[in-house]
């Protein structure tokens, strides 16, 4: 059965992962009406749509640049790899021509949030939007490709585009100024976020270093590339455990701690060396650890700010 166009675009921009952005920019927003008694539904709104469409454009994008760079065509023809990319340029469900055109038209909408919201909070938020969108666009675009890199890059750019950039930015987008603690606020759904796509590197790590796609799953083998995504669990609790002692969060946002748990179990069951299926749950959980978190931090924000 044919899909609808709604399904494939819903596909070939990978939505079901939107709440990843969808939840900074909340937790940011939120911080100013807990630090600072402000939240403009409308501008929370408009910040939304524009780092929504941004991640999406990001997701697309990608899609596109590795098929032009050949890494998706390696994933489907590597035995053993899972491809995470949409396959409908290298199937040719959609025409390039059409899959580039819904690609830019998600960037254009995200501009024209950016520049309403220039208008309104100041022009530093262009910065926050510009910055974004250049680490979305050459996250695989020549010259630069610091996806391809391996020298950490594009982990340090994940935690930007989906931690300090988005929450910063929607903290700055209802108050005017920035704060130490929507930095602090940042890190823990950013280094989680920062987990899912360096957990994601495992699918197909195989087919990347066919590719020349030097991630550090590639870089450093499966055994050590391992034991640095469980230090980075370790490292996103830890720094939810610092906002709480640097006042970014109240102290019982410890409740959010036992979100960890699940993901934990799942690297119980891996070995030093695996077959690429047996990192989907690992995938899975690191997704579902990700969004429960950052809802209950947003959660509590929501209490603290009407408490």
Known sequence: MEMSIAKQFMKAARIRVLPVMLIPVALGALGAFVWDGKLNLWLLLLTLIGSGAVHLFSNMI?????????????????????????????????????????????????AVCGIILSFISGWTVLVFGVLGALLAYFYVAPPIKFGYRGKGYSEVAILLSFGILPVAGAYYVQVSELDYRALMLSLPIGLLTTLILFNHHFLHWQADKQAGKKTLVVVWGERRALVFSRWLLALAYLSLIACILAGALPFYAIIALPTAWPLYLVYGRLKEKNESVAYLPLMGASLQATIRCGLILIIVLIVQGLI
């Open 62 to 110: 990608n899609d596109l640049w590795d098929y032009y760079n050949g890494t998706d065509d390696a994933a489907h023809k590597t035995e053993g790899a899972i491809s995470t990319n949409s396959g409908f340029l290298t199937k040719g469900t959609w025409q390039l021509r059409t899959f580039a055109a819904v690609t830019w038209g998600l960037f254009a909408l995200a």
